[in-house]
């Protein structure tokens, strides 16, 4: 029981430091917009810096971090700290040497990468793209490192210092973006997104030193190590291979979305962007704060061998990231038009910007739930070494989202909402089969109190519609008053109706509440204190 509480604390730090990061990258993402909009530049832009981070997603934030945090956290459980040093220097040594081979790749072969990325751009479009991508490549290298470290510090419980780490990325984002990019072109014309390319890297780079005191305080020490015929290493590397083949089927989603986008003209590629950077709040701040907790949690219990454990802590995380992300997901639905208004909507974003980028957003928070348990459930798998079934599962949503994607743009003529609501969907049945493999392979995973959650909680949202509802007039009007009016009123609606999904909650005795509340009272008293 004890442990469970400190989950659930710790899951409250976590998605404390993540909001925190979210926030500045919404503010990050509302400079830009500002200042080059949702055309050719920001386009070329948001596909360059994609081209690297399929690479962050595919070996630092994906397999690598899941293989190495399952592989670290099973070392210290068995054989201690000193063991799982060692192995974590062997680790580092081996991903610097790699990922700079694979910067140099990428850098070389970017004409041929944006081709793929790319492929309905037009030509002046393409070759800025290339450029930007040349430039910002070295960020997989910095993230890959920032990445082993994170893992490093959540097998020790020291979740603050990694959760934060995202946030001075977006902090070296932001103002060495601005700062380059006023040098550049004190006008910030399309010689500008230099500076942004060269603000990403200050970010990369941030990123991974702020991690470092709190990494030696840990008791790490970095000794160069060459010696990589090591079962640790072997067993990181064997987890990871699947890792990366199921990630890659991801990415492969990603490419065949941005194939798609280039087609539909200027504009898409940046909507989708600003879309999905919104959803990501809540997926950050929730899905993937308990998923950070859970993983070494339920590495270290399968390690020990104790089934039963393992089962109530993964069915617990899931229902506590449903319990976060539905009411997050009916938000961003019934909302949606508002909050792009006031974020984006200035500058060289306009309202017809504001009205397609809303759109996306609509379809996206389909599958908000499904991807914060998508967050929980997948790494497990490789805690009980059942790692090539996320693998298939992803495979098969690579068909899926390829015949949606058709379906939702070529037949129904849908543009980039289709594209949205394909990603949504396909994360959808990706959910649905895993939950089914991990029955057959742990057992059951408290499905009766899953799917009350599920319904309780979505009762508890019909309050949240109809307070929208009976409040879009005002919502409107507020559309032309001053700025600190209008985040005001957005703000009011958002906490009532908030309040209204938790009173709601407690009036139908939803057992996640009170974990939710005893998170508040902490912080409250801590606040109080401080």
């Not at 063991?83 to 004409?111: E, Q, R, Y």
């Not at 989202?401 to 990603?423: C, D, P, Q, V």
């Amino acid at each position: 029981m004890e442990t469970e509480h400190l989950n659930t604390r710790a899951a409250g730090i976590v998605a404390g430091a993540v909001m925190l990061s979210r926030l500045l990258g919404l503010v990050r993402e509302l400079i830009f917009a500002g200042l080059f909009g949702a055309g050719r530049g920001m386009d070329a832009f948001i596909t360059a810096f994609r081209a690297p981070n399929l690479l962050r997603d595919l070996f630092a934030e994906g397999a690598l971090s899941t293989a190495f945090v399952t592989v670290f956290s099973q070392e210290i459980a068995k054989h201690g700290d000193v063991a799982a040093w060692k192995l974590a220097s062997k680790m580092i040594t081996l991903t610097t040497l790699f990922m700079s081979l694979i910067t140099l790749l990428g850098i070389f072969f970017a004409p041929q990468l944006i081709a793929i990325l790319a492929p309905g751009f037009a030509p002046e479009k393409a070759e800025l793209t290339i450029f930007l991508t040349k430039v910002m490549y070295p960020f997989i290298l910095l993230v890959s490192l920032a990445a082993l470290v994170m893992g490093m510090l959540n097998a020790k419980n020291i979740f603050t210092a990694p959760a934060l780490a995202s946030s001075f990325f977006n902090l070296g984002s932001i103002i060495g973006g601005v700062a380059f990019g006023w040098y550049c072109d004190p006008h910030f014309g399309e010689r500008a997104l230099t500076g942004l390319a060269l603000g990403t890297l200050l970010g990369g780079l941030l990123q991974l030193i702020v991690q470092f005191p709190s990494l030696s305080q840990a008791g790490f020490r970095l000794v160069l190590d060459f010696q990589w015929r090591d079962p640790g290493v072997k067993q990181v590397l064997l987890l990871m291979l699947p890792a990366v083949i199921a990630a890659s089927a991801v990415q492969i989603n990603v490419m065949v979305n941005s194939i798609f986008a280039s087609y539909l003209g200027d504009g898409p590629v940046s909507w989708l962007s600003y879309a999905f950077r919104l959803m990501q709040l809540p997926l950050g701040v929730f899905g993937v704060a308990i998923a950070t907790v859970t993983l070494p949690l339920v590495s270290r219990i399968a390690a020990l061998g104790d089934l039963s454990k393992f089962r109530s802590t993964l069915a617990r995380a899931l229902r506590l990231a449903l319990f976060l992300t539905l009411p997050s997901a009916v938000g961003l639905m019934i909302l949606a038009q508002p909050i792009i208004a006031l974020i984006y909507e200035r500058g060289k974003f306009h309202p017809h910007d504001t009205v397609q980028t809303a759109s996306a957003l609509q379809f996206y928070a389909i599958g908000l739930v499904s991807y914060s348990c998508i967050k929980v459930l997948s790494p497990a798998f490789y805690a009980l070494n059942h790692r090539w079934t996320p693998m298939m599962v992803s495979f098969l949503s690579i068909a899926l989202n390829l015949l949606f994607n058709w379906i939702f743009i070529f037949e129904l003529k849908m543009g980039h909402r289709g594209l949205a609501l394909s990603t949504a969907l396909s994360a959808t049945l990706n959910f649905g089969l895993l939950y089914f493999f991990m029955v057959r392979f742990a057992g059951a995973l408290h499905f009766r109190e899953l799917l009350s959650t599920f319904w309780r909680c979505g009762i508890a949202t019909l309050p949240m519609i109809a307070l929208v509802a009976f409040s879009s007039h005002w919502l409107e009007h507020l559309h032309g008053m001053h700025l600190i009016t209008r985040v005001g009123g957005l703000l009011l609606i958002i906490a009532l109706a908030s309040g209204l999904f938790i009173a709601g909650c407690i009036f139908l005795k939803v057992k996640e509440t009170s974990d939710f509340l005893v998170i508040l009272e902490r912080r409250w008293n801590r606040v109080r204190g401080s």
